[in-house]
């Protein structure tokens, strides 16, 4: 029994690394696909023929020959099935549908402001519902639904705490599967945007990737040796709540004088209200410091100087190769970038420093949804005979 149980692992693991080397290389032939991943030539020639028959692959004309015939190219079948990807902020719900290749086919966007639980799920509810309908036909459909929250996440999908939603405890995993019945995958929306940039992004040639999240709060992910990287039981990356201010304001957290207090929009349009830009937003903002007001200006730079503050401590920390900002406020990056990259020049140790690159995310506001849409591939990928199948 046991042994037989390990041919069976050892099996399902060769066919996800068939099925991801022809994503990486299509098209590929077989004989490619041996010599990438050591497998023997019968071994991907029967794997090959698996991933045929479950339509997850297709055949595509001849390639180059090296000498005798000339091989058969193999592509993968990136409309087999869709993802649904959800970016949940405190303020609005961005949802995409994706192929298997992270291609987005359809988008819906839904705002809502200072709204309960019950209600915010029923928007969730409904721009699932919304999106699911309009998945194109496929052999797998609904492969998985992922969602990017604004807070800590169990490994059971559970959202611990979401202080700028106000949840505690919302087991939004459980709540999802009863409805959809699909795979589903509740994760931070820093992690969710850091692997987005890692995946599709400017991250993609960096191991050591820090991914700055900041809109109404502030999240980090973190990709660390070239893997997400989520601590022991999962919380890591809530440098949002360091302190840098020992008797500063408090926190939703409960902390006080934590980063996002001062480094993030919902602070940024504060500041702005006191200082005579009413019922302002983020956009009308930086329209204004465009427009040359040195008030507006002077908010901006001021932000971008206290997310210096804040990213200057993370390379003391983790020495990265790349700092990524992203969310809402890089729409900012004409007047915050040049305000952070001052920070760092002045506050960072000057060897680690030398070495880090900053960005700003190449997603945009995609990057949490792209890191959903990989976290269900990969998933699928992994199991696709163990998938379900959802239109």
């Avoid at 022809?22 to 698996?50: D, F, H, M, W, Y």
């Avoid at 902390?255 to 009413?278: D, I």
Wanted: hydrophobic share 40%; aromatic share 6%; charged share 25%.
């Amino acid at each position: 029994m046991s042994q037989t149980w390990n041919q069976h692992v050892v099996k399902k693991e060769n066919k996800a690394l068939v099925l991801n080397t022809i994503k990486a290389n299509a098209p590929v032939s077989r004989a490619s696909i041996a010599q990438t991943t050591g497998l023997n030539k019968g071994t991907v020639s029967s794997l090959v023929s698996e991933l045929l028959n479950e339509k997850l692959i297709n055949e595509s004309g001849t390639g180059e020959s090296s000498g005798g015939r000339r091989p058969v190219m193999l592509l993968l079948n990136e409309t087999a099935g869709f993802t649904i990807s959800i970016d949940l902020g405190v303020n609005h719900i961005l949802g995409v549908v994706t192929d298997l290749r992270g291609n987005i086919v359809n988008e819906r966007t839904i705002t809502f402001s200072n709204e309960d639980l019950e209600e915010v799920l029923k928007h969730l509810h409904q721009l699932i519902d919304e999106l699911r309908n309009e998945v194109p036909e496929s052999e797998y459909g609904i492969v998985g639904i992922g969602v990017g929250v604004p807070g800590v996440v169990t490994s059971d999908g559970e959202i611990l705490l979401a202080p700028n939603l106000g949840w505690k405890k919302v087991p939004l995993k459980d709540i999802l599967f009863e409805r959809y019945r699909v795979p589903i995958i509740v994760e931070n929306e820093a992690n969710g945007g850091a692997y987005g940039e890692k995946v599709y992004g400017v991250g993609q040639m960096a191991d050591e990737l820090i991914y700055t999240s900041i809109s109404i709060g502030i999240g980090v992910g973190l990709i660390l040796d070239g893997k997400l990287y989520k601590g022991l039981r999962g919380f890591s990356g809530e440098l949002g709540h360091m302190t840098i201010e020992k008797d500063g304001p408090d926190c939703r957290c409960g902390n006080k004088g934590c980063w996002e207090l001062y480094a993030s929009e919902k602070t940024l349009l504060e500041k702005a209200r006191e200082n005579g830009y009413k019922d302002t937003n983020i956009h009308e903002l930086v329209t204004a410091a465009e427009n040359g007001e040195s008030k507006a200006i002077h908010l901006l730079e001021e932000l971008g100087d206290y997310l210096g503050i804040g990213i200057t401590n993370i390379i003391h920390i983790f020495n990265p190769e790349q700092v990524v900002v992203g969310n809402t406020v890089q729409i900012a990056e004409k007047f915050i970038m040049p305000a952070i990259e001052k920070r760092i020049e002045k506050n960072a140790i000057g060897f680690n420093k030398n070495d880090v690159q900053l960005n700003v995310a190449k997603l945009q506001k995609y990057s949490t949804v792209m890191g959903m849409a990989a976290f269900n591939i990969e998933h699928f990928f992994e199991a696709p005979d163990k998938a379900v199948i959802s239109n």
